[in-house]
């Protein structure tokens, strides 16, 4: 229906296998990235006395470069919290794994603005709903078990299930304006930037090797002509054509030519510069 599919195997005609590698392996790294400099956050270089994220963390985490400066002031640990849930929910769509060929079953590992937004709602109802029983105390028997029964039906791709706790984080993020396409954006965004399309990519020594690596892994997966066409992705995924983010820009040793590896690119200690590109 659209894209020029040459594989005949892209889901819906533009999401190739290959692409779809690609953004899995971004959505994986960023998710680890975020949820590892969160178990750090009571470093005060990290939440300095203002109690919302320090240039240094912000810096460190990829992710939070497609979160616009004038959120900064929002940038709490619940917010950040947040966030990592809703990448988490994007990760999980990217890795369901669909149980037929159908176009539905396969549509439900495309994280879309709309399927990610119905994701997240059903888990905050359903910690809602588990908050309210615990606080009932035991619930009339029957009924408890229906309505968990009823959810798993709705949602096949087994929802991860969160604490009411988390759930509050998750509006926090939202009610201070976050936005589910902020995550989006980041993936797509920098899953370009390192493939072979990206910038990044044609100044970093280290990234035209790990693509070295990532064809060896993908060698049995068809190519396609939609394999790098990251405009339409985000386009078909809810984002806006043209570019989003990033929105932080940090002077770190990777933007040298001579990439020296690594140990090098340690976020925190990179000189940073916070510098709007508008
Ligand atoms: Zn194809």
Redesign the pocket.
């Known amino acids: 229906m659209s894209?020029n599919?040459?594989?005949?195997?892209?889901i819906d005609?533009?999401l190739?296998?290959r692409m779809k590698e690609r953004l899995e392996g971004e959505a994986e790294f960023l998710h680890f990235t975020a949820s590892e400099l969160a178990l750090d956050l009571d470093d005060d270089a990290l939440i300095p006395e203002s109690g919302t994220l320090s240039e240094i963390a912000v810096a460190s985490d990829a992710s939070l470069h497609y979160i616009p400066m004038e959120l900064h002031p929002k940038m709490t640990p619940a917010f950040y919290h947040g966030y990592i849930i809703v990448l988490q929910s994007i990760l999980q769509v990217l890795l369901y794994e669909p149980e037929s060929d159908d176009i539905e079953d396969l549509r439900k590992t495309i994280p879309t603005v709309g399927l990610v937004e119905e994701k997240l709602k059903r888990i905050q109802e359903a910690a809602a709903e588990s908050e309210k029983e615990k606080g009932e105390g035991k619930a009339k028997e029957g009924e408890t078990n229906e309505e968990e029964e009823t959810s798993t039906i709705l949602d096949p791709t087994s929802d991860i299930s969160i604490t009411s706790a988390e759930a509050s984080l998750l509006s926090e993020y939202f009610s201070s304006g976050g936005q589910i396409t902020f995550a989006l954006d980041a993936i797509t965004d920098l899953a370009s930037e390192k493939s072979p399309e990206g910038s990044l990519y044609r100044r970093n020594q280290y990234l035209q090797e790990e693509e070295e690596e990532f064809v060896k892994e993908v060698i049995d997966l068809?190519k396609?002509?939609?394999d790098l066409d990251f405009e339409l992705v985000r386009e078909k995924l809810g984002l806006r054509r043209g570019k989003l983010g990033p929105y932080w820009f940090f002077l770190t040793d990777s933007e040298d030519e001579e990439e020296e590896g690594a140990d090098e690119r340690d976020g925190v200690e990179v000189l940073y510069e916070g510098v709007n590109k508008e």
């Open positions: 894209g599919c040459t594989c005949k195997t892209c005609g533009w190739s296998p068809p396609c002509a939609n």
